[in-house]
Nanobody, 124 residues
Framework: QVQLVESGGGLVQAGGSLRLSCAAS????????MGWYRQAPGKQRELVAR???????NYVDSVKGRTTISRDNAKKTVFLEMNSLKPEDTGVYYC??????????????????WGQGTLVTVSS
């Protein structure tokens, strides 16, 4: 079983900054990539940023230049640092981790794990 624990959401004024973190624990063989999605009210969930085990990153266009995703492989933790926040950044942010876990037959099973979500509200 895999658990993701998120922290760092809250109320921020426009132009401010925040840092989200997500720590993975449990029966993990290896992590493929870690990332953050968000869901704004009335909208579909979208990928905000993702980082692979090798360090490759990608960002949604709307956050490029003011967002940094990073990870601590030893602690199985991913961070999302956002600056110059805008009201349109408001939403529930979900940590997502794709990983390999031990299966029931001495093999490995791919798994997509999700955090419980943390609310980010940016006031204008």
């Amino acid at each position: 079983q895999v658990q993701l624990v998120e922290s760092g959401g809250g109320l921020v004024q426009a132009g401010g900054s925040l840092r989200l973190s997500c720590a993975a624990s449990g029966s993990i063989f290896s992590i493929v990539h870690m990332g953050w999605y968000r869901q704004a009210p009335g909208k579909q969930r979208e990928l905000v940023a993702r980082i692979t085990s090798g360090g490759s990153v990608n960002y949604v266009d709307s956050v490029k230049g003011r967002t940094t995703i990073s990870r601590d492989n030893a602690k199985k933790t991913v961070f999302l640092e956002m600056n110059s926040l805008k009201p349109e950044d408001t939403g529930v942010y979900y940590c997502n981790v794709r990983l390999w876990v031990p299966g029931t037959n001495a093999d490995l099973t791919a798994l997509d794990a999700w955090g419980q979500g943390t609310l980010v509200t940016v006031s204008s």
